[in-house]
């Protein structure tokens, strides 16, 4: 079955570095892969979407990687700040007419930025 | 752009009455709208699918009799949690898309469903 895999330990960085997040995937061969930020009690919001055929992308300070050969995507924050402090969730994505239809989240990973 | 709202944002009510939880794009028609669950640290659980005018499309494991939902127009869906009893207490949130070809989703705020 499929499965997707974030860090499961919360991330503490200080503010001004930058922050590494991780989501791995198995058993299945998304044709994208999205990134969404949530806060507490809140619902997420989209940040970024990066195709197969994309190595790289970039909105920002935020940056995603997409290597479909270790099924993995890295999401880069950099020059990180206490407002970016939150739970960011990958969503790896099928393609095609009925693809976008089911979004499967990762569990998340919290950020933490102190100052 | 790519507003969604949800009403109300917090809702307690006696077990076995009917809750409707309200979703409505504000600036875009939504062809497709979602419905998730997410309890306490776990991720969201897609619970159903709709497309304006036509049934909704159920995930697994989800009573389509418990939750009805509604997409009666381009900008609203609306999701009833019929005869609600305490396990049904989550955080429910809606999602839209806004055509076909868009992958990615906008989400509402959420609402908080508490059932005593």
């Known amino acids: 079955s499929q499965k997707i895999e974030q860090n499961s330990e919360a991330l503490n960085i200080q503010e001004g570095k930058t922050a590494t997040l991780t989501c791995n995937y198995t058993?299945?061969?998304?044709?994208?892969l999205q990134w969404y930020r949530q806060d507490p009690g809140r619902g997420p919001v989209f940040l970024l979407l990066?195709?197969?055929?994309?190595k790289e992308k970039r909105k920002e300070r935020l940056k995603v990687t997409f290597d479909t050969t270790l099924k993995q995507s890295l999401f880069h924050i950099t020059a990180s700040q206490p407002a970016d402090s939150a739970t960011y969730l990958c969503a790896p994505t099928l393609g095609g007419p009925g693809g976008g239809n089911k979004l499967t989240f990762g569990t998340g990973t919290q950020l933490k930025v102190e100052l | 752009g790519a507003v969604v709202s949800q009403h109300p944002s917090r809702v307690i009510c006696k077990s076995g009455t009917s809750v409707k939880i309200e979703c409505r794009s504000l600036?875009?028609?939504?062809?497709?709208m979602f419905w998730y669950r997410q309890f306490p640290k776990q991720s969201l659980m897609l619970m159903a699918t709709?497309?304006?005018?036509?049934?909704?499309?159920?995930e697994q494991g989800v009573e389509k009799d418990k939750f009805l939902i509604n997409h009666a127009s381009l900008t609203l869906s609306t999701l009833t949690v019929t005869s609600a009893h305490p396990e049904d207490s989550s955080f429910y949130i809606c999602s839209a898309r806004g055509r076909q070809g868009m992958y990615e989703q906008y989400f509402g705020p959420g609402t908080r469903l508490t059932v005593t």
């Open positions: 058993n299945y061969s998304p044709a994208y």
């Open positions: 600036d875009f028609q939504a062809t497709t």
């Open positions: 990066i195709r197969e055929n994309e």
């Open positions: 709709s497309n304006e005018g036509s049934k909704a499309t159920y």
